[in-house]
């Protein structure tokens, strides 16, 4: 089969196509048909370098964390799934070099797994298991009440615009965003919903907010909206460590379910979330390329999507 992998850690040139074989199953896996795959800010990271000492990946290594797609093959005890289901899907890629989501089949546990309704197109499937979980656990994480507040950074991004919604949908915190005018004006323009809004600085929160999502861990940024015992969720690798600080600051690691993905699926058919797409690319060495340019320019609105069949 056909994937698209990095062959040497760097720059987004570093991109070829390669021929690997169709991945065998394990009793509790399914084998996905891929129709699209998100690209994240992590997959840059790891094309980078970062993680391969964790996870002992070797080169040639096919990124990709997410996933929609039709079943084609199911493992010896899979009864919860059938052959043509239409699904989404994070793949458990970890220590497997051969295993990520640009490629045209990958194997996947069924508990990472989501039957894909009809009403949600393939493409915007494809948008919520790493961005959309990863937003409904931070703010979990955060355990802020109705009413609290809280500073969304990056708010336009894969996982922002999530963090923005659910947050103020479902969970009715006061949402406050913050990025640049053009993220403002993007927002506006998809009625995305929030109560206010940082450009740049704004004395009213100094030291006022109850929980922040910060995936820059930038911690001048947190430390002055940030109100004392509150706390920051990051979504950076490495957070700075800094002794004494008046607030507390935790590192997301994201776990994974099909029971969040069905969850996150129900919100968006139910119209409590909108799914923005900023640009879609082919399964090709130059596509792949061009989709990790656009995300290293930290500047996009919603997400990024590889077209595989």
């Not at 309704?117 to 703010?139: M, V, Y």
């Not at 999530?162 to 969970?171: E, H, P, R, S, V």
């Not at 776990?255 to 799914?275: A, C, F, R, V, W």
């Amino acid at each position: 089969m056909k994937a698209i992998a990095v062959i040497k850690v760097g720059s987004s040139n570093n991109f070829d196509e390669i021929n690997i074989p169709v991945p065998e199953l394990e009793s509790d896996e399914v084998l996905v048909s891929t129709m699209f795959a998100g690209v994240n800010p992590v997959d840059s990271q790891i094309r980078e370098g970062a993680m391969f000492e964790k996870y002992k990946w070797d080169l040639p290594l096919v990124l990709g964390w997410e996933i929609s797609g039709i079943i084609t093959k199911l493992g010896s005890q899979v009864t919860e799934f059938s052959v043509g289901d239409e699904i989404i899907a994070k793949p458990d890629r970890s220590y497997n070099s051969l295993k990520g989501s640009y490629a045209q089949f990958v194997a996947v546990k069924t508990n990472q797994v989501a039957l894909k309704p009809e009403e949600l197109p393939f493409a915007l499937g494809a948008a919520i298991p790493l961005a959309g979980q990863t937003a409904l656990e931070s703010l979990n994480k955060l355990n802020l009440k109705s009413g609290q507040s809280v500073i969304i950074r990056g708010a336009g991004g894969g996982v922002g615009v999530f963090a923005m919604q659910i947050a103020k949908n479902i969970l009715n915190l006061k949402v406050i965003g913050a990025g640049s005018t053009l993220t403002k004006q993007y927002l506006d323009s998809i009625n995305i919903k929030y109560d206010d809004f940082i450009v740049e600085n704004n004395s009213e929160y100094v030291g006022k907010v109850d929980g922040i999502l910060d995936p820059f861990g930038s911690i001048e940024f947190d430390s002055k909206y940030i109100k004392k015992s509150g706390k920051v969720v990051t979504l950076k690798q490495v957070v700075p460590v800094i002794d004494n600080l008046p607030f507390f600051i935790e590192h997301h690691v994201l776990k994974s379910s099909g029971s969040q993905l069905k969850e996150l699926i129900d919100y968006y058919t139910s119209g409590n979330i909108y799914i923005p797409i900023d640009s879609i690319y082919p399964l090709t060495k130059l596509g792949v390329q061009h989709a990790h340019e656009k995300i290293d320019t930290h500047h996009t609105h919603g997400k990024i999507i590889i077209e595989v069949s």
